[in-house]
Nanobody, 122 residues
Framework: AVQLVESGGGLVQPGGSLRLSCVVS????????VSWVRQAPGKGLEWVSS????????TYADSVKGRFAVSRDNAKNTLYLQLDNLRTEDTGMYYC???????????????RGQGTQVTVSS
């Protein structure tokens, strides 16, 4: 069965950093696009970043570009998201998911883990 298990969330002050991890099993991680999406309180899922197989192309939402960095370790079946210069509006549940860029209902149907909570507050 496909499993995605996120970790690394927590409470951090504005301007702080976190590193999220996602361990994947049940599909060929090295050959797959994988993404991070997030959900702020009371809002829908928002695509954050994706990394693709092969050349390792990465893409980011404009809201996180220059502050977040996605990476992957294919030997460990693990996806990472480095979050720097965090803002209060980055607060939310962060999920890793199988697949590339998504929007709207496509994000809702993305196969993803249980999530890890990121709270940015002073």
């Amino acid at each position: 069965a496909v499993q995605l298990v996120e970790s690394g969330g927590g409470l951090v002050q504005p301007g702080g950093s976190l590193r999220l991890s996602c361990v994947v099993s049940g599909f060929t991680f090295a050959n797959s696009a994988v993404s991070w999406v997030r959900q702020a309180p009371g809002k829908g899922l928002e695509w954050v970043s994706s990394t693709y197989a092969g050349g390792g192309r990465t893409t980011y939402a404009d809201s996180v570009k220059g502050r977040f960095a996605v990476s992957r370790d294919n030997a460990k079946n693990t996806l990472y998201l480095q979050l720097d210069n965090l803002r209060t509006e980055d607060t939310g549940m962060y999920y890793c998911g199988k697949g590339g860029y998504c929007s709207g209902s496509a994000c809702d149907s993305m196969l993803r883990g249980q999530g890890t909570q990121v709270t940015v507050s002073s």
